[in-house]
C-alpha cells in the first residue's frame, strides 16, 4: 500500500477541525497519532523474544507479540508508557489472571487505518493506576509499570489491527500476520520515520512510501525507470512503482525469482531455474529464454563490461552476457556472496565466509583472501579495486597483491564501507566516520553510532554530500566538505533485510530496504546542510 502524504496533512487537517468545533462527538473521540515511541527505552530494554517466532514452552506455537526485558532487577517495576495518543479498548490489571495485567489502545493513524497496541504482564502500583476503559490517553503517558511475569519480568507487547477488546493468549497456532498481528518495532520504526517533521521548513522529508509484501525474504535490487519509476522484485511479485509511490502494476510470478536485470524499456525477471522473462512497460509478459543453470543471487552488473555476474547452488561465480543470454566464464568453488565490488581491470566478492575472491574480466581467479569479518570492497570503471577490512585500507592490484594505502586508518569491521574521490576517501568502519585527504590525513569525523549489518555509502552527483544506509535501516546524510550531519532516519530492517538507496535525478532519495521503498525529498532532509 502507498501512504501519499499529501493526504495524511488533509485527514490531519480534518481531524484538528473535526476536535476544534468542541461537538459533542468530539468528546468520543480521542485525537489521532502525530507521533509515536516504544513503550519502554529502547535503548535499557532488549528483545527477550521475538516476534513470530515458535516458543517451545508453548508446545511450538508463534509469539503473537515482542517480549521486551529491561535486565534482571531493573524490569519489574518499570514505567509502561502509550506509544501513541489513542482511546482504550481494554484495561485490567487481572486481564492475564496470574499473568498479569492487560491493556489495549486503538490508535488512529495519520493514513486512516486503525492499530491496536496491547501491553500484557504489566501491573498497578507506586502512584500509576490503568487508564478507564474507553478514556482518552496521550502519547508517552505512563499507562502501567512492568509486572512479575514467567519467566522474568518482561513487557509483553503486540501491534493489531483487529480484536479491541480481546487480550488474547499471547501464542497462537496460525501464522500472527494472517490474524492481524504486525511485527511492533517495525510498526514503531517505520511510524517514527513516516511521522518525521524534521525537514527543512519544518515540513516532513518523506515524500511517500510503498510498503511491500509483509515479512518478505530479502529481495533483489530494483530497477529505476526514466522519469523515477521502479519495477521492484517483492517476493513472487513485480511491482511498477510510480515516479511518487503508488502501485501501477503488480504481475504475479509462477515461479522463484532472484532477481531484475534493465531490458528494453523495462524488466526482465531472473528465475532461480536459469529463466529469464521479459516483462513490459505495461506488465505484460514479453520473451521468455533461459541462461542455460540455475542461478542463487540476484544479478551483480559490472559498468562498462557488459557482463552480468551470479552465483550458482552448486557454488559457481558465472558471468553471462548483459542480456543473460549465455554463460561466458566460471569460476568454482565460490561461496554464496555477500558482497562485490567491480574496478577497471578486476572486480572482487566478499563470501559469506569471509573470503575475498579477486577475478579478471576474462574469468582468471587473480587472488583469493580470507578475512576475520566481512569488510567492505570498493571499485568503479575508472578506480582501482579498493578494501577496507580488519587489518586497514588496501588496493588489490591487478596481478592480485594487496598493497596498503594508508597505516593509520582504524580497522574496518563488519558494516565498514568505503566511497573514493579522486582527491579525498572516506570510510566508515561500522561506528564511525572519517573523511581523508589523499595523503592519509584526517579531515574530519563523526560518529554513527548503532550501526550493523550491510552498509552502502555513495555520494550526491556534486560529490557534496555522502549518503549512508544499511540493511538495518539506518539512513544518513553527512557533508562531505566538514562532516556535518545533515539528518538521519531509521526504518525497520533486519538480518535477513538487504539495503539499497540511489538519489534520482527528481531529488528524491529512493531507499529500499527489506519489504519497504522510502522516498525521501532531498532537499528537505538535507535540514539546515542544504
Ligand atoms: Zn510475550
Known amino acids: 500500500m502507498s501512504r501519499r502524504f499529501v493526504c495524511v496533512v488533509l485527514s490531519f487537517v480534518a481531524a484538528a477541525l473535526s476536535i476544534g468545533g468542541g461537538s459533542a462527538t468530539a468528546q468520543s473521540q480521542c485525537p489521532p497519532v502525530t507521533s509515536i515511541q516504544f513503550p519502554v527505552d529502547p535503548a535499557e530494554f532488549r528483545l527477550m523474544q521475538d516476534f513470530a517466532v515458535p516458543s517451545s514452552r508453548h508446545q511450538g506455537r508463534f509469539h503473537t507479540g515482542e517480549d521486551w526485558y529491561g535486565g534482571r532487577g531493573s524490569s519489574l517495576g518499570a514505567e509502561v508508557r502509550a506509544i501513541a495518543a489513542g482511546r482504550v479498548t481494554f484495561s485490567s490489571p487481572n486481564g492475564w489472571g496470574r499473568d498479569g495485567g492487560v491493556i489495549i489502545l486503538e490508535h488512529q493513524m495519520p493514513d486512516g487505518s486503525i492499530a491496536y497496541s496491547q501491553y500484557g504482564h504489566i501491573a498497578e502500583g507506586n502512584g500509576v493506576v490503568f487508564p478507564a476503559t474507553l478514556s482518552c490517553v496521550n502519547g508517552g503517558d505512563v499507562i502501567a509499570r512492568v509486572g512479575d511475569a514467567r519467566p522474568a519480568p518482561h513487557l509483553h507487547f503486540e501491534i493489531r489491527v483487529q480484536n479491541p477488546d480481546t487480550p488474547g493468549a499471547g501464542y497462537t497456532w496460525d501464522d500472527p500476520t494472517n490474524i492481524g498481528l504486525r511485527r511492533p518495532s517495525k510498526f514503531l520504526y517505520n511510524w517514527q520515520t513516516w511521522l518525521m517533521s524534521e525537514g527543512a521548513n519544518g515540513r516532513s522529508p518523506v515524500a511517500w512510501t510503498a510498503d511491500l509484501a509483509d515479512e518478505s525474504a530479502p529481495n533483489a535490487p530494483p530497477i529505476t525507470l526514466r522519469g523515477g519509476g521502479m519495477i521492484v522484485l517483492d517476493g513472487d511479485r513485480v511491482i511498477n512503482l510510480s515516479y511518487d509511490g503508488r502501485v501501477l502494476w503488480r504481475v504475479n510470478l509462477d515461479q522463484a525469482a532472484v532477481g531484475l536485470i534493465p531490458f528494453a524499456d523495462a524488466a526482465a525477471v531472473i528465475y532461480a531455474s536459469g529463466g529469464v522473462r521479459q516483462i513490459n512497460p ?41 542480456g543473460a543470454r549465455s554463460i561466458l566464464w566460471r569460476i568454482r568453488d565460490v561461496n554464496p556472496v555477500r558482497r562485490y565490488a567491480f574496478a577497471r581491470d578486476v572486480g572482487g566478492v566478499v563470501t559469506n565466509d569471509n573470503r575475498v575472491i579477486t577475478f579478471d574480466y576474462d574469468g582468471t581467479l587473480v587472488d583469493e583472501a580470507r578475512l576475520r569479518e566481512a569488510g567492505a570492497l570498493f571499485g568503479s570503471a575508472e578506480s582501482d579495486l579498493l578494501a577496507y577490512t580488519r587489518g586497514g585500507f588496501w588496493s588489490i592490484t591487478p596481478a592480485g597483491e594487496w598493497v596498503m594505502i594508508h597505516s593509520n586508518v582504524p580497522p574496518g569491521g563488519e558494516s565498514a564501507a568505503i566511497w573514493r574521490e579522486i582527491d579525498a576517501f572516506y570510510l566508515f568502519d561500522g561506528t564511525a566516520l572519517r573523511g581523508y585527504s589523499m595523503d592519509g590525513s584526517v579531515r574530519w569525523q563523526v560518529d554513527l553510532p548503532g550501526w ?77 546542510c542544504g
Open 282 to 322: 505495461d506488465g505484460s509478459l514479453g520473451e521468455a529464454w533461459s541462461l542455460g543453470t540455475g542461478v542463487d543471487s540476484a544479478p551483480m552488473h559490472v559498468d562498462g563490461r557488459g557482463l552480468l555476474l551470479f552465483h550458482t547452488p552448486n557454488n559457481e561465480l558465472i558471468a553471462a552476457d548483459e
Open 452 to 528: 550493523a549489518g550491510d552498509v552502502r555509502m555513495s555520494a550526491s552527483p556534486a560529490r557534496d554530500f555522502l549518503i549512508l544506509t544499511s540493511s538495518y535501516g539506518e539512513i544518513a546524510v553527512v557533508r562531505t566538505s566538514d562532516g556535518a550531519v545533515c539528518n538521519t532516519a531509521h526504518i525497520y530492517g533486519d538480518r535477513r533485510s538487504r539495503v539499497w538507496h540511489e538519489l534520482g535525478e527528481d531529488q528524491v532519495l529512493r531507499v529500499y530496504v527489506a519489504d519497504q521503498v522510502l522516498g525521501l525529498d532531498w532537499g528537505r532532509f538535507l535540514l539546515g
